[in-house]
């Protein structure tokens, strides 16, 4: 398994500048300020309930009322994997099509992800927890995209599986922004954190 991220034209990605977020009466965050810079490894960390799935969607460029700036460098790609898999079904094939990535190489991480063979004509919503986030890994891992966001990436994944994954992230050193309660996976792969 490798990580090949294009270079993008700009050291700077991501800039929040004071952003609070809010939805009615309730705050989410406030006053968040932070950069993603080319290379960082960012944990972003913080009770349940404190906005980092919204921080995440607002970087992902979806309306969120908010106040402050946020900055994306131009033709900024992203690969987003969300701790929802819910909506996961069909295939791998057409879900390899419909998001245009190499279906030969999806199928291959999954193989060493410890997929066996039969899997891949299932239907994905027959896919367990594990499996399901595996699937989603796999896709990010295809896509080639300046920054990795991965929210809660180790949900329901088999040790040996999160081994593979962590040696990868510290082979190849992705820019990542990602949320995840395994302290000590945070410890290895962060070179920065961000609390919320």
């Known amino acids: 398994m490798k990580i090949v991220q294009p270079i993008s034209h700009t050291n700077r990605l991501v800039t929040l500048d004071d952003v609070s977020i809010r939805y009615g009466d309730k705050i989410a965050c406030r006053d ?66 419909e998001y245009g990535i190499d279906e030969s190489l999806f199928k291959a991480i999954l193989r060493k992800l410890d997929f066996s063979r039969t899997q891949f004509d299932k239907d994905m919503q027959t896919f367990s927890g594990g499996q399901k986030k595996k699937t ?32 990868l992230l510290l082979t190849h050193k992705p820019t990542i922004l990602f949320v995840e309660h395994d302290h000590i996976f945070c410890g290895k792969i962060a070179n920065k954190t961000m609390c919320l």
């Open 32 to 97: 968040v300020n932070f950069s993603i810079e080319r290379g960082d490894r960012i944990a972003l960390q913080g009770k349940n309930g404190s906005g980092k799935s919204s921080v995440i969607k607002l970087i992902m460029g979806e309306n969120i009322q908010h106040t402050g700036s946020v900055t994306r460098a131009s033709q900024l790609r992203i690969s987003y994997v969300s701790q929802d898999t819910s909506f996961l079904r069909g295939n791998l094939t057409d879900y390899a099509h």
């Open 136 to 167: 989603l890994i796999a896709k990010s891992l295809c896509e080639k995209a300046h920054l990795l966001i991965w929210d809660e990436p180790l949900n329901f994944i088999d040790v040996l599986s999160r081994m593979q994954i962590e040696e």
